[in-house]
């Protein structure tokens, strides 16, 4: 019997969509987990298309009630990327963070997030459908836009023993609500410190698009809202959304 926080389906066309789907339906427990043995139309950053082989990936979304002003959520999307390093480690799995969604390991891509927030009243943000694929037993597991350099990697390339995929979804849901936790209690600064600390890119040449043109710079750390800095031609420039590319 499945627990009062998860539900599991055979198959969905996207559990972020099946999460928006139970919120329409009823009133769901913060925390609240769809996970899923395959997707039809899993979704990514930028439209994207996110795949996973029958049973071979974890396929989860959680549900993070927020209840809080538009301007303190901003930066919260890269929390999930926490929860996802804190539990590789305890599976003895040393990854980094790909600004903004994306969990590596040297260079290559283990897990993408998808951080949809629903609006609440008054200009307020409700919460947060935290979506995560994670490549298990099978890569590729993305379905990447034409002339992607991220090869994807499974944690069965990368453990002796690799665990199965439903194994994993309590442990993910644990490690992002004590994350939630933190920024819940306004311990916000710390947490964005914490993310850049892991980040795979960390003071390198990386190229982004700036004022509609691909620019090249150093990466220098995060805003206050998560935007990432650049220092370009002697200036700190904020990226807000693009894909890096490492030089």
């Known amino acids: 019997m499945e627990a009062a926080w998860h539900m599991h389906l055979d198959s969905t066309d996207s559990t972020n969509t099946e999460m928006r789907r139970q919120l329409a339906a009823r009133a769901l427990p913060d925390g609240f987990v769809v996970t899923a043995d395959c997707q039809t139309a899993g979704k990514g950053r930028l439209g994207r298309a996110w795949h996973g082989g029958t049973g071979t ?32 480690d305890g599976l003895g799995v040393r990854a980094g963070c790909k600004w903004p969604n994306d969990v590596r390991v040297d260079g290559c891509k283990l897990a993408g997030i998808l951080t949809e927030c629903l609006a609440g009243e008054g200009g307020s943000i409700r919460g947060a459908i935290v979506g995560i694929g994670i490549n298990v037993l099978g890569a590729p597991g993305t379905e990447e836009c034409p002339g992607s350099v991220t090869p994807p990697v499974a944690l069965s390339g990368l453990l002796p023993v690799p665990p199965a995929p439903g194994s994993l979804a309590e442990p993910l849901r644990e490690a992002l609500l004590s994350r939630v936790r933190q920024w819940r209690a306004g311990d916000r600064q710390p947490l964005l410190e914490a993310w850049y600390a892991r980040c795979d890119h960390r003071d390198a040449m990386v190229r982004v698009t700036l004022d509609g043109i691909k620019q090249e710079g150093k990466t220098c750390g995060l805003g206050p809202q998560g935007q990432l800095l650049l220092s370009v031609a002697g200036s700190v420039r904020e990226v807000w959304a693009d894909d890096v590319e490492m030089r």
């Open 57 to 88: 990936n974890l396929l989860w979304s959680c549900w993070v009630e927020l209840a809080l002003p538009a301007a303190e959520v901003a930066g919260f999307s890269l929390l999930p990327g926490l929860a996802v390093l804190d539990m590789l």
